[in-house]
């Protein structure tokens, strides 16, 4: 993209292309035997990372809305329906929303080597301020992606973002009806989410073409922010930058792939499996862990105008970087002060992060206002103070020079702190519910868990036992259908078996030719029943508290793992709150009320449920439900039982997830391998 | 981007039948989408509403502005945070009203803020009574 291209292709197909759109010359140009720096370390490769993982996101967006519905009433349905019948559906939407975080963990590294290296100084102002632009198009974007699902969190998420804009004096309210095309977040903004959501991926990518266009009149910068002098301080791009960029995103797939197929619901908010209610807020609402930082801006500030304004001044103020920092040397290897200082900003951000997800109250609002405080400071005070008053160490006198002098050893110790820094930001969310001071449910041995957990099939047919004789009077599970029994990874019947089951079932149906309504028996196709018609009636038939629908509940539950248990639930991949959770609560009856606490009337003590009083009488005793294959039974086995079968309920795709997963990752860890050996030997002259 | 004609007309305004309300209770109806709170206020309730210096609060406004006269039991608020638009719940809080759980703002029993981070009293929506018994919404 730097001028005409002198590129003459052979083939004369091409050739009469080429003069008429010299398209050819133009990705020859840019992609082939564009000029990079021979220093580039794999930070670089983040720009690569960052274009294969926007592409990623509008393929499978693109797919997904194709069984999305848009509607305020359907949408949460549309997406369950997704997960669990369409091919492929759960491997789409995992990499859908997997993928949206780890577009913004490589945009946050991506940023933070800009930052390090002086990536924005001159010439190359107007190149990051393409990225703040494309940046802010992200954060729109994944906003409003969040919102689609029309979970608790999404609804109510919307609702806090979009009543920022109501701090705006005089014009506020307007625009905010404006946004919801209604009196309050409901159908109407969901269509115009959508609508957006799908728009801005494109016009990401417009700024990106801009990003790169820029990038490539300008030059790249490297990591000892020198220009390029002499041929001997650049490769071309084809073949080293492509496959040393190649070897970096088959690595980033790796722990993408480990969320995918492992973490899937490591990263979100278990309110979020629990469907848009309006009437109801969540008790703590938590935007995604890449707002974090910004949200715990907004929160400190006591004034709600401030509060907005300095959330979004604190994305804008990147957008005069280059005026802030007036330090001729660009790279921060060469500023000893000014090394230091982008490491204690990275922590305060990271630290921001972790405020974002805490209840506002006591000590974390004056951290928060602490930390707000220092974070403009490092753009405000510290980068305009250390340009006059730091002195630098020499800078070499070009590339080479500093190739042949060069120390590796920081390159270590950053990736640690970067991995370590990672894990504890991407953890935030797990922290983020609030645990009133309740037990914790004591963890179980689950079949099901680890990477090669299946159900155990006895343990599945046992609990849809206990669910049709005991649950089932007063909970529903209407996204399972009948023809599910018989699938794979399931309970394990027959296709006949599955289909006598349902007959047991009456399924109201109509109108017939007579306009009337009419009971018939249940066909494989039908979804179970619920108890009762609506959610009122359920209301009113459980004084006041209606009992929820048990399809989604093994994830629509969790408990606040907190610090740093979270950190090292990435790595042992523990995902089972939900299930721990709910074989808590089924066991966690007692007829004594410990003292000090009250339990009003019509309610029961559970020691696992939070604030300890549930509305649900004690369902299961001893003996209640016979079994047919010799288990015990008892509490323990029925609670076990029915939050297994509860869990496939939740992901009845589980064992398909884990088992590809295991097969992606020894494609992935091979294809590393090789992509690493080939760069070795692309490379083995330029060092 | 405005709120097309069916929304506009759904959100017309609804009476509201308050005879099966007793003292100290409350009740949530939805109006354009939005949550209404209509209390039956104690005779407690009232009085600490009247005994606030109206000049120390954050938002002045006494109780009398905030209820029709002769009406002074019953109160009618919009049951959205003025900080960030979460529903607050009734009879929480030191302050014998609202308490949002989202960011802890609370609210006394006439629905003005008495702590936290929201900038203004819980919003009364335009009503009227149509007789003692029954009110207006819009």
């Known amino acids: 993209m730097s001028g005409p291209s002198d590129y003459q292709p052979s083939n004369p197909a091409l050739q009469w292309i080429e003069r008429r759109l010299p398209i050819i010359g133009l990705v020859h140009s840019s992609f082939v035997v564009y000029p990079t720096p021979r220093n580039l370390n794999y930070w670089w490769t983040f720009g690569a990372i960052l274009s294969f993982m926007l592409g990623m996101q509008i393929l499978t967006g693109v797919v997904l809305a194709m069984h999305y519905t848009p509607h305020a009433d359907l949408a949460f349905k549309s997406v369950e329906l997704i997960v669990r019948d369409v091919n492929f559906g759960w491997l789409l939407r995992n990499m859908h929303a997997c993928g949206a975080s780890m577009f913004f963990f490589a945009v946050y590294v991506h940023m933070l080597r800009g930052l390090y290296y002086g990536s924005y100084k001159e010439p190359r102002e107007v190149l990051w301020i393409l990225g703040v632009i494309i940046y802010l198009l992200m954060m729109a974007t994944g906003f409003m992606g969040y919102v689609l699902p029309w979970g608790q969190m999404s609804f109510w998420g919307a609702t806090v973002i979009t009543n920022l804009f109501s701090a705006i004096p005089y014009v506020g309210e307007s625009i905010v009806t404006l946004l919801w095309g209604g009196y309050s977040v409901g159908n109407p903004t969901l269509n115009r989410f959508f609508s957006l959501h799908y728009l801005l991926p494109f016009l990401i990518a417009g700024v990106v073409v801009l990003h790169v266009w820029a990038l490539h009149v300008a030059g790249q910068n490297n990591p000892d922010g020198v220009e390029p002098k002499t041929e001997k301080d650049t490769v071309p791009f084809t073949p080293h930058a492509t496959i040393k960029d190649g070897f970096g995103v088959a690595c980033f797939l790796l722990l993408y792939a480990w969320f995918i197929f492992y973490m899937p619901n490591y990263l979100g908010d278990a309110d979020n499996y629990i469907p848009a209610n309006p009437g109801v807020t969540p008790p703590h609402i938590v935007p995604e862990w890449y707002y974090l930082p910004f949200y715990a801006i907004l929160r400190s500030i006591p004034n709600k105008l401030a509060g907005v304004i300095g959330m979004f001044s604190a994305i804008i103020i990147l957008c005069f970087l280059p005026w802030l920092d007036a330090a001729k040397t660009r790279s921060s290897k060469y500023r000893p002060l000014a090394k230091q200082f982008f490491w204690i900003f990275v922590a305060v951000c990271i630290l921001l992060g972790y405020l974002g997800a805490q209840p506002p109250e006591g000590i974390y609002v004056i951290a928060g206002r602490v930390l707000t405080f220092c974070y403009f400071a490092y753009f405000l005070i510290v980068l305009p103070l250390l340009s006059r008053i730091e002195t630098p160490r020499p800078v070499p006198n070009s590339i080479s020079e500093a190739i042949l002098a060069k120390s590796s050893k920081a390159v270590a110790s950053v990736a640690v702190a970067l991995v370590a820094a990672g894990a504890l930001f991407l953890g935030n969310m797990q922290d983020a519910r609030a645990s009133e001071g309740n037990d914790k449910p004591p963890g179980n041995k689950w079949s099901f868990a680890g990477p090669f957990g299946k159900y155990d099939r006895g343990a599945l047919q046992r609990g849809l036992k206990v669910y049709k004789e005991v649950c089932s009077s007063c909970h529903g599970l209407s996204f399972i259908a009948f023809r599910n029994l018989a699938e794979a990874g399931g309970p394990g019947y027959s296709v006949a078996q599955a289909a006598a089951f349902a007959s047991d079932y009456k399924i109201k149906d109509g109108p017939n030719d007579a306009g009337d309504m009419f009971e018939r028996p249940g066909r494989p196709a039908d979804y179970f029943p619920s108890p009762f018609p609506n959610e009122q009636a359920a209301r009113a038939a459980n004084g006041g508290a209606a009992p929820p629908d048990l399809s989604l509940i093994t994830k629509a539950r969790s408990y606040g793992r907190g610090f740093p248990w979270f950190i090292f639930d990435f790595f042992t991949q523990y995902q089972e709150q939900g299930p721990d959770y709910v074989a808590a609560v089924l066991q966690g009856f007692e007829e004594k009320v410990p003292e000090g606490v009250t339990i009003p009337e019509g309610s029961y003590y559970n020691k696992y449920f939070p604030g300890h009083a549930i509305k649900m009488p004690k369902p299961l005793s001893d003996g209640q439900v016979t079994y047919d294959d010799g288990s015990p039974t008892t509490v323990a086995q029925y609670s076990k039982d029915v939050t297994t079968f509860l869990m496939w309920a939740a992901e009845p795709h589980m064992e398909a997830r884990k088992r590809l997963g295991f097969q992606v990752f020894v494609f992935l860890i091979i294809f590393a391998f090789l992509m690493y050996f080939t760069k070795k030997k692309v490379w083995a002259d330029s060092h | ?138």
Not at chain 2, 81 to 97: K, R
């Open chain 2, 1 to 138: 981007m405005n709120p097309d004609a069916s929304t506009i007309a759904a959100g017309a305004p609804i009476e509201v039948d308050l005879s099966p309300v007793a003292e100290g209770q409350d009740i949530k109806v939805f109006w354009r989408g939005k949550p209404i709170y209509i209390s039956h206020r104690t005779k407690k309730q009232i009085e600490e509403a009247r005994a606030v210096n109206v000049a120390s609060l954050p938002d002045p406004q006494s109780d009398e502005a905030r209820v029709k006269p002769g009406h002074e039991q019953w109160l009618v608020v919009i049951g959205i945070c003025t900080h960030l638009g979460c529903i607050p719940i009734a009879h929480e809080g030191n302050y014998d009203g609202f308490f949002c759980p989202c960011h802890g703002s609370q609210y006394d029993s006439s629905g003005r803020i008495r702590q936290g981070p929201a900038p203004a009293n819980l919003p009364v929506p335009p009503y009227q009574f149509v007789s003692d018994t029954k009110i207006q919404i819009g």
